[in-house]
């Protein structure tokens, strides 16, 4: 099993910045794939962005050039760096891992970007 805890996120400006990270309970070097989903009120959940083995990493088109995800090895975290919000960027944002053919999810962190 995985256990994930995010932190970060919150209530910011458009053309502002957060930063999300997500603590996982193994090795985030032993868990092939990790990322960030977010779930806006009356929507599907969807994929934000991703990195998988080795340097690979998966944005949507909405978030292309203004988010980046990386793995910090020093604290074992995955981080999404969000730039330039859009009002339409609020959501609940969520850290995903796909480990040993299982999905694990953080508890979500809210994301709020006014206009």
């Known amino acids: 099993q995985v256990q994930l805890v995010e932190s970060g996120g919150g209530f910011v400006q458009a053309g502002g910045s957060l930063r999300l990270s997500c603590l996982a309970s193994?090795?985030?070097?032993?868990?092939?794939?990790m990322g960030w989903f977010r779930q806006a009120p009356g929507k599907q959940r969807e994929l934000v962005a991703r990195t998988g083995s080795g340097s690979s990493t998966y944005y949507a088109d909405s978030v292309k050039g203004r988010f980046t995800i990386s793995r910090d090895s020093a604290k074992n975290t995955v981080d999404l760096q969000m730039n330039s919000l859009k009002p339409e960027d609020t959501a609940v944002y969520y850290c995903?891992?796909?480990?040993?053919?299982?999905?694990?999810w953080g508890q979500g962190s809210q994301v709020t970007v006014s206009s």
């Open positions: 193994k090795s985030i070097f032993s868990i092939p794939a």
């Open positions: 995903h891992a796909e480990y040993r053919f299982a999905d694990y």
